[in-house]
C-alpha cells in the first residue's frame, strides 16, 4: 500500500506570512492524484488544493500552491499571506489507480495575530 | 442535497449497546469510505466500498465494526457492544470511480461511549 508521511506535527505562522507544509509519499505508480484537505475545528474536511502527477507545472489556487517534486516524491503546500481563518489541521492525501486514498496523520497549523 | 449527509452529528451511548451510524453519498458517487478519527489525530481508514460490495474492509477494528451498502448509496456503519476506545468522530466520504475527483466528506459524528 501508498503510504504518505507528514513530518511537521505542529506548525505556526506569524499572520500575513507564509508558511510551508511537507508530505512525501511512497509509490512505484506512475499515474496518480494528490490533495491538500484542510479541516477546522468544525472537523468538516475541505479540499485545499488537487495536484495531477501527469502535470509538472505546480497547482495553484488564490493563496495556495503546491511544490510537486514527482522523482522526490514530496508535494508540499504553501500559504502565502496566512490569515487567522488558515488555522486548521491540514491532511496530504494520495490516490492511485484504485480507489484508495491514503491519508498523513495531518500537521496542525496555528496562526499567530 | 448536494453533500455527504451524516446522521446523526452526535451520539452518546452506553457501554455495551450497539450503535449505528448512516451515511448518505452524493447522488452518482460509486466509491464510498468509512473513516474514524480520535481527537486530534488523523484519519484511521475503516473499509471502503465500490457500489454495495466492499474491496477493502481491512481497516475495521474488530469483529464488532461492519458495514453494509444498499442500493449503491446509503451506508450503516455498525458498531456492537461499544467500548469506551470506540469514542471517536466516524467520518464518511464518497467519490465518483477513481480519475482526478477528490473525496466529499460528511461532517461526520461524533460517537461517545459512557
Known amino acids: 500500500a501508498q503510504t504518505v508521511t507528514q513530518s511537521q506535527p505542529e506548525m505556526s505562522v506569524q499572520e500575513a506570512e507564509t508558511v510551508t507544509l511537507s508530505c512525501t509519499y511512497d509509490t512505484s505508480e506512475s499515474d496518480y492524484y494528490l490533495f491538500w484537505y484542510k479541516q477546522p475545528p468544525s472537523r468538516q474536511m475541505i479540499l485545499v488544493i488537487r495536484q495531477e502527477a501527469y502535470k509538472q507545472q505546480n497547482a495553484t489556487e488564490n493563496r495556495f500552491s503546491v511544490n510537486f517534486q514527482k522523482a522526490a516524491k514530496s508535494f508540499s503546500l504553501k500559504i502565502s499571506d496566512s490569515q487567522l481563518g488558515d488555522a486548521a489541521m491540514y491532511f496530504c492525501?494520495?490516490?492511485?489507480?484504485?480507489?484508495?486514498?491514503?491519508f498523513g496523520t495531518g500537521t496542525s497549523l496555528t496562526v499567530i495575530p | 442535497g448536494a453533500g455527504v449527509s451524516q446522521s446523526p452529528s452526535n451520539k452518546v451511548t452506553e457501554k455495551g449497546k450497539d450503535v449505528e451510524l448512516r451515511c448518505d453519498p452524493i447522488s452518482g458517487h460509486t466509491a464510498l469510505y468509512w473513516y474514524r478519527q480520535s481527537l486530534g489525530q488523523g484519519l484511521e481508514f475503516l473499509i471502503y466500498?465500490?457500489?454495495?460490495?466492499?474491496?477493502?474492509k481491512s481497516g475495521l477494528p474488530s469483529d464488532r465494526f461492519s458495514a453494509e451498502r444498499t442500493g449503491g448509496s446509503v451506508s450503516t456503519l455498525t458498531i456492537q457492544r461499544t467500548q469506551q476506545e470506540d469514542s471517536a468522530v466516524y467520518l464518511c466520504?464518497?467519490?465518483?470511480?477513481?480519475?482526478?475527483?477528490?473525496?466529499?466528506f460528511g461532517q461526520g459524528t461524533r460517537l461517545t461511549v459512557v
Open positions: 492525501a494520495y490516490r492511485g489507480t484504485g480507489n484508495q486514498f491514503y
Open positions: 466500498f465500490q457500489g454495495n460490495s466492499a474491496p477493502d
Open positions: 466520504a464518497s467519490s465518483p470511480d477513481r480519475g482526478r475527483t477528490e473525496a466529499f
